[in-house]
């Protein structure tokens, strides 16, 4: 089984999101009006767009490849066994959906910002500069 193939760059995406953890984990040491949340993800930007672009881009070939694994009952027991093991850490029911999990996460960002820059109008007015590079 083509194990690479389907995790592709997971182990950079990994590594990537560590370090947002940490750098946003740094903020957390700061005054809130020092904090500068956004450029957490402004300084990663290429990082992050560089493996979920790589990630994304793979994912229908990911898919293919799953599918085929299925179809013999070997793989697909391995494979089922392999999920069933992770099931108590992961609300994923199958494989695709474990695999496709970090991308989603990370396109809630942006949605996220739009939600609180559209509740919190007042902000650009109070000095605070953290949300400057979401800009």
Not at 76 to 99: A, H, P, V, Y
């Amino acid at each position: 089984m083509d194990i690479d193939m389907m995790f592709l760059n997971i182990e950079n995406i990994a590594v990537v999101a560590e370090k947002l953890l940490m750098m946003l984990k740094g903020q957390q040491t700061l005054m809130s009006h020092e904090q500068m949340i956004g450029r957490c993800f402004t300084h990663l930007e290429e990082d992050l767009h560089r493996e979920y672009t790589f990630y994304l881009e793979n994912q229908a070939s990911v898919m293919d490849l799953i599918a085929q694994y299925q179809k013999d009952k070997a793989n697909k027991e391995l494979l089922d066994n392999c999920l069933q093991n992770i099931r108590g850490n992961t609300t994923c029911w199958d494989l695709q959906s474990f695999l496709i999990r970090p991308v989603q996460r990370i396109m809630k960002y942006p949605s996220f910002y739009g939600t609180w820059w559209s509740t919190h109008p007042l902000i650009g007015s109070t000095g605070h500069t953290w949300f400057q590079p979401l800009k």
